[in-house]
């Protein structure tokens, strides 16, 4: 955001220099970087698929017409906006078992004032992706239950999109996805979820979806594929959340300086 803003100011200045207005660029002699930011996932935010599966049941008592909108960022990773723009059409899914979720547009809260609609929501093609362009993403069968449920318990729009809110019907209101999320939290954490790091935000569940990939042993291409990243992006995003090398490398150490299994 800074990098941008100083790229705005440069062309301002430059477009004051060619009026006359002022006569040199300051700009490029100033040494300021900005501070670094931070990539990496903090694991901290990363639910386990108890914590996962408890947060999802809350959901259900309070809002089950939501269910499967979480469910679809926690089992296939997808993000909130993708998962606003899901529609029926997009679902390759047997009776139970393993399916397909073909992506194809995303819907990101833009608001109206932003929108050649007027609607809240946006109509996009996927983030880092051309117009037109789909991404695939494997759909567990435990989604693929819940997906099933939704459309038979609460059918879809007129466009087919699967998620929209319980009163407004058009769109999906960012303010309701947020506050059913901490709503669900306050029941499953209890007087700590306002402490707690698990799940703070609902786009943690897509965190802990390509979490559970990486540790389960899926080729990190396979997973960037399906998450949408680049490879180089998903080690650093995720790299944090490997858990087993830390374990495998101190055994090493250790058997380095003979402290290691007899042999």
Not at 35 to 56: G, Y
Not at 67 to 84: G, I, K, N, T
Not at 217 to 225: F, L, M, N, R, S
Request: hydrophobic share 40%.
């Amino acid at each position: 955001m800074v990098s941008r803003w100083r790229k705005i100011l440069n062309n301002a200045v430059e477009y004051a220099i060619e009026r006359k207005i002022l006569t040199t660029n300051p700009l490029p002699a100033l040494k300021w970087k900005p501070p670094r930011t931070v990539q990496a996932v903090d694991r901290r935010r990363v639910a386990n698929p108890a914590q996962a599966r408890a947060l999802l049941t809350a959901v259900d008592t309070r809002a089950p017409h939501l269910v499967a909108f979480y469910a679809c960022l926690y089992f296939a990773a997808l993000r909130p906006e993708e998962a606003a723009g899901l529609t029926k059409q997009n679902l390759t899914l047997p009776a139970e078992g393993w399916g397909e979720i073909h992506l194809e547009r995303a819907k990101p809260h833009a608001g109206s004032e932003w929108t050649n609609t007027g609607d809240e929501r946006d109509n996009r093609q996927l983030k880092q992706r051309a117009i037109g362009e789909i991404r695939t993403v494997p759909c567990p069968p435990e989604l693929t239950a819940l997906l099933h449920r939704h459309i038979k318990r609460f059918g879809t729009t007129a466009d087919g999109r699967l998620f929209v809110g319980e009163r407004n019907t058009d769109h999906l209101p960012v303010l309701t996805v947020t506050r059913t999320w901490a709503r669900a939290r306050e029941a499953v954490f209890g007087h700590n979820a306002g402490t707690s790091h698990v799940a703070a935000r609902p786009y943690d569940l897509r965190h802990a979806a390509v979490s559970t990939w990486l540790n389960a042993g899926v080729p990190a291409t396979q997973v960037a594929e399906w998450a949408g990243h680049s490879v180089d992006v998903l080690l650093a995003t995720y790299a944090k959340c490997i858990d087993g090398d830390a374990a495998r490398n101190q055994a090493k150490i250790e058997n380095a300086l003979g402290h290691g299994p007899a042999r």
